[in-house]
């Protein structure tokens, strides 16, 4: 086994793990903060709403147990690895479709592209390497 190639595995899911772990912030934050924020990324201004609230902190919880997911492949590669190639797949999904929501939306915020670059940026080198490691 190359360790360049378990690093590389290793790191990517981390980054991914990270990545949607954060979206816990949503449902420890304030909603009107949340908004707030919502307002600063986008191009769009979003009124604070309760049901909208409810629905982000739904949202962010969900995403935090796909974080976590990632984060556990990271730790516990060896018990994980067969789970990593759907992670991995998951990723590369993800950024399909966030791709054609911004050619399709004609969206051009930085943020929407660095989310595409985020998901490309995990779940292929996760992949590559995931195959790698499996062989």
């Not at 360049?4 to 816990?24: D, E, N, P, Q």
């Not at 009107?32 to 924020?37: A, D, I, T």
Request: with cysteine.
């Amino acid at each position: 086994m190359n360790s360049k190639t378990l690093i590389i595995y290793r790191l990517s899911a981390f980054a991914a793990g990270v990545g949607w772990s954060i979206c816990i912030l949503a449902t420890i934050i304030s909603g009107p903060s949340v908004f707030n924020f919502l307002n600063y990324i986008s191009d769009q201004q979003f009124e604070y709403h309760p049901m909208l609230d409810y629905w982000m902190k739904m949202t962010g919880i969900a995403f935090a147990f796909i974080g976590f997911g990632f984060l556990r492949l990271s730790a516990k590669w060896k018990e994980n690895l067969m789970r990593g190639k759907y992670f991995a797949i998951f990723q590369i999904i993800c950024g399909i479709g966030v791709l054609v929501s911004l050619v399709r939306l004609n969206l051009d915020s930085p943020m929407y592209i660095l989310d595409c670059i985020f998901f490309f940026g995990t779940g292929l080198p996760m992949l590559w390497s995931w195959n790698k490691l499996k062989s």
